[in-house]
Structures are given as C-alpha cells and as structure tokens.
C-alpha cells in the first residue's frame, strides 16, 4: 500500500511540476511577445513621426503657396485677362493639391478635410469673384477684388486652416 502512495505522490508531483513549467514558459513567451510587439511599435514611431510631421509641413507650404495673396502675386502678368488669371490660378492650385493627395494618409481626417474644403471654396471664391467682374476684362480687376475681399477678414480662412494644423501637430509631438 505505501509504494501506492508513494507513487501516487510522485505522479501526482510530476503533474504539478509539469503545470508549473508550462505556466512559466507560457509567461516567459508572453512576455517575450509583448516586448516583440513593443519594439515593432518604437521601430514604427521612429518611421512615421518624421513622414507624419513633413505631411504637416508640406500641408501647411500647400496652404501658404495657395493663400489668395500667392495666388494672386505669382500668377497675375501684365496683359491676362480675368479668364486667363483664373485659369492659371485654378489649374495651379488643384496641381498642387493632387500633388500632395497622400500626405492625408499622415493627418486626421478632421484636419484634411478642413484643408480640402479650403481649397474648394478658394476655387470657388475665384470662379464666382471671375464670373462677376467678366472673362474678358483686364486680370487686374480679379486680382485687386481677391486683394480686396482678402483683406476684409479679420482672418482668413487659410489662416484658420494653418491654426488647425499648428494645433493638431503640437498636440501630438510637443
């Protein structure tokens, strides 16, 4: 009867000392997963961090090129007419724009569409502002009712969207 129990208790040992080596391995591999997952995440930072802020920088040089005052300076020539200005201003801004479509990948959607919709309604602010002063005239009439309208805000619409994007990037980085 005692080698019965004794093999009982042996038996008996064996299966403890069995669960308690499966319960460490199974935290040792647990533990070794996480800090797997954990340096795959600090190597994926390290990666994004700088792509994620040059979206913001590059968002915020697409905002600044495309600010009525840029448009208006670095497409008005002597001898356009308000067809033309228009035009080139349209054309170049949506260039720019579908130049930069990815950087959404990097931003809120909050924060990209805001810069989407300032690029709608600038285009639609010159078509109207175009349509009313007539095709044909001297692209100086556009040009000074842009100036006009744009100084007439206490603050733009740009610079609303710049404000949303500063404020987006400090919440995150600094």
Wanted: hydrophobic letters at 40%.
């Amino acid at each position: 009867m005692n080698e019965w129990v004794l093999l009982a208790v042996y038996v008996i040992s064996l299966g403890g000392i069995g669960i308690l080596i499966y319960v460490l391995f199974q935290n040792f591999f647990n533990d070794q997963e996480k800090r797997y997952q954990r340096s795959i995440q600090i190597k994926n930072y390290e990666v994004i961090t700088p792509l994620r802020i040059q979206a913001y920088e590059r968002m915020i040089l697409f905002l600044e090129r495309n600010s009525i005052d840029q448009l208006v300076m670095r497409y008005h020539q002597p001898g356009l007419t308000v067809r033309q200005l228009q035009q080139y201003m349209v054309k170049g801004m949506n260039a720019e724009f579908e130049h930069n479509l990815t950087q959404q990948l990097y931003l809120s959607s909050t924060v990209w569409k805001a810069i989407k919709t300032y690029k709608d309604e600038t285009i639609a602010l010159i078509n109207n502002l175009a349509e009313k002063t007539g095709p044909e005239k001297p692209a100086l009439e556009l040009a000074g009712k842009l100036l006009e309208l744009n100084l007439d805000q206490k603050k733009s619409m740009h610079e609303i969207v710049v404000d949303a994007l500063k404020e987006e990037l400090r919440q995150l980085y600094f």
